[in-house]
DNA sequence: TTTTTTGGTGTTATACTGTAACAGTATGGA
DNA sequence: TCCATACTGTTACAGTATAACACCAAAAAA
């Protein structure tokens, strides 16, 4: 990724502008750590290292890529392996299924609770987590007015990135 | 599903609550039908009986239950004839896939272009599509901001249905 | 009319995604 | 020491999805 320092925190889609992402992986490393030994939850090698690998990128990573990469890095290569590295994970808040693509993306912003929205570019797969809270207050009435109790909801928005779009205005590859 | 009459349209949930459902697969279908012609899109037999199915009940189905269900019915049995007409249906905007069931639910507002909201109840997978507009004015600001093109987008949100919460309260099963 | 193109169908084969179930290991109480 | 719990390793399998090719019919072009 890019490297231009960016140290406001804006709320807005951050992964798809430039950062520094030596301090987004950094930042989210550290708050996840805090969590885990506040919570006494069992931050294991595994698991530690699932995170770490979500955290390379900001593009949405499959469970089988994921399960390539531990395999390679000394971990186990059975596909539980991955799925219960990103069960604990998600259960943790600090990883979230991107439902639209199979595919995982670490959590960046471990530290609030929240319905989670993405950006996702449909060209090279890279996703953009958001801070809004995107659940508008009318779902929430139409689901009392169904008798309908949301335990937990998303949103998914399905583009192209900036990036994307520069390569499909000038098709000159 | 239930037979209590519901002339109003409410704009809310209607999945989930009384309904003449006969009402609701005809008014359904004869949009479809209605589109397709005007659009001159192709609404073969396998097409429009995909459609039927799918139109049965609230509850998403998998893929490979329609297969199942168009096989029965003399249609094609192999993997393709079910996403061929799924992908058609998604095209036309007359079927929704639910990315968190991997499964597919009929469009309840064919006539309108939208952001669909799904309710999904995680323990019967009847799925409630509201007609509100979820996109709230916050994501597109948020996608603009980043240079992203918004193609289209979804909400899901995932809990349980009036009747599923009232079992789970008396487990006397 | 003949030819070509287009769009839809039928089929095979295969790749990707996800989970059930059981065995083994380590750790921390009772 | 015994037991319970939680994590890991592995096999086997179930479910989801697509690529690719052959075939056919109807529409469009020659």
Redesign the interface.
């Known amino acids: 990724m890019v490297a231009t320092r960016q140290t406001e925190r ?1 709320g ?2 951050e992964a ?2 430039p950062h520094d992402h030596g301090d987004c992986i950094r930042r989210v490393l550290d708050e996840a750590e805090r969590r885990a030994s506040e919570d006494r939850v069992n931050f294991t090698p595994v698991r530690r290292h699932a995170l770490e690998i979500l955290l390379e990128s900001h593009a949405a990573m499959p469970a089988y890529g994921l399960l390539k990469r531990l395999d390679e890095d000394g971990f186990g290569s059975q596909p539980p392996v991955a799925y219960r590295a990103l069960d604990f994970l998600m259960e943790q808040g600090f990883v979230h299924k991107v ?2 693509l199979n595919a995982f993306v670490a959590c960046m912003y471990p530290h609030e609770t929240h319905t989670p ?1 993405f ?1 996702i ?2 060209n090279c797969r890279s996703v ?1 987590e ?1 801070c ?5 207050a ?2 929430r009435q ?2 009392r ?18 990036d994307c ?1 520069r390569e499909e205005d000038a098709p000159c590859d």
């Open positions: 804006t807005a889609a798809m502008r439902e639209r929205a950006l570019c449909r953009a958001t809004v809270a995107p659940t508008p009318a779902l139409e689901a007015a169904a008798g309908f109790a949301i335990e937990r909801s998303m949103m998914e928005a399905e583009g192209l990135c900036r779009a």
